[in-house]
């Protein structure tokens, strides 16, 4: 008997990326390096359960931004299965989508440091938890909330790259029409002033 195929170890970034920034990407290398992943895939959100506020730019445009930001990392790759669903978007569906999809990959779902202690409020947790493993990445100086008591919890936790810029702050700091370059990939940034986005 041939030895089994080893089995792909896939990271999983999820938001809302409006817009994808510097922070994002370091996320994921943080990720890829701490676990040893071979890839990772970024997940635009149509909608996030625990956000209240809409999107500001279009599904369109942050599809377009995330390619911009990725697309010279062959590791990377843009998944816009929520878009294409539209409506809220929930983390157990895109799970089962993937796993069915894709059996022969072992999935971790990277996890910024201010949403670990929520994930108790995700739906379904319980089976998500049997179907992903969770990376919580701390920065230093913000140390990681406790993680939930949820059966089947596997969570590793890594130390990540100090990073405090948000796509709120960077959204805000456009429309007073202050500099943000040093934030976005190069890429990003000359998609944002090519498409007048964020402006008001």
């Known amino acids: 008997m041939g030895e089994a195929t080893p089995r792909k170890r896939t990271g999983l970034l999820g938001g809302s990326f409006d817009p994808v920034h510097t922070g994002h990407l370091l996320i994921a290398r943080d990720a890829m390096e701490g676990l040893g992943l071979e890839e990772v895939f970024f997940i635009p959100a149509a909608q996030a359960p625990l956000r209240t506020q809409e999107p ?3 599904a369109q445009h942050r599809k377009a931004m995330l390619a911009a930001a990725t697309g010279d990392e062959r590791a990377y790759q843009v998944l816009d299965d929520e878009l294409q669903a539209g409506g809220t978007s929930y983390t157990i569906d895109t799970a089962r989508r993937l796993h069915h999809k894709h059996p022969d990959r072992d999935f971790f779902w990277i ?3 201010d949403q670990l202690g929520k994930l108790g409020q995700w739906k379904e947790a319980g089976e998500l938890c049997g179907l992903l493993e969770f990376v919580a990445l701390e920065r230093p100086g913000h140390p990681l909330p406790e993680a939930p008591p949820i059966p089947g919890l596997r969570c590793h936790r890594l130390r990540g790259h100090v990073f405090s810029i948000s796509s709120s702050e960077i959204r ?3 429309r007073n029409q202050l500099q943000v370059q040093e934030f976005l990939p190069a ?3 000359q998609y944002i ?4 986005l964020y402006q008001n």
């Open 193 to 196: 002033v090519e498409h007048d």
């Open 111 to 113: 996890l910024g440091d």
């Open 172 to 174: 805000e700091r456009l």
């Open 56 to 58: 500001t730019a279009t």
């Open 187 to 189: 890429k990003v940034h």
